[in-house]
Nanobody, 118 residues
Framework: QVQLVESGGGLVQPGGSLRLSCAASGSIFRIYAMGWYRQAPGKQRELVATITSGGRTNYADSLKGRFTISRDNAKNTVYLQMNSLKPEDTAVYYC????????????WGQGTQVTVSS
């Protein structure tokens, strides 16, 4: 059993900042990578950012410079710092983890709504 618990979503004004957190728990032997994806209404789920256990990051090109992903390996937690938020950032944000538990596989959080509006 692996659970991803997300927090930090909500309503924020354009130009503001928000930090999302996702903590993985359960019978985890190792987490190879964690990341964030998002899905806006009428659109496919898309990559936001990922980070490996070694700290290597990957971002969607359109988000470079505004979003920063980080992790605390000791806490099995990944963060997404979102700055200069725009209305088009409005979406459901999903946490993802590549985990070796009973078997190795991908796990997803339930998603958290981020709404950017004045």
């Amino acid at each position: 059993q692996v659970q991803l618990v997300e927090s930090g979503g909500g309503l924020v004004q354009p130009g503001g900042s928000l930090r999302l957190s996702c903590a993985a728990s359960g019978s985890i032997f190792r987490i190879y990578a964690m990341g964030w994806y998002r899905q806006a209404p009428g659109k496919q789920r898309e990559l936001v950012a990922t980070i490996t256990s070694g700290g290597r990051t990957n971002y969607a090109d359109s988000l470079k410079g505004r979003f920063t992903i980080s992790r605390d390996n000791a806490k099995n937690t990944v963060y997404l710092q979102m700055n200069s938020l725009k209305p088009e950032d409005t979406a459901v944000y999903y946490c993802n983890a590549d985990v070796w538990a009973t078997i190795r596989g991908d796990y997803w959080g339930q998603g958290t709504q981020v709404t950017v509006s004045s």
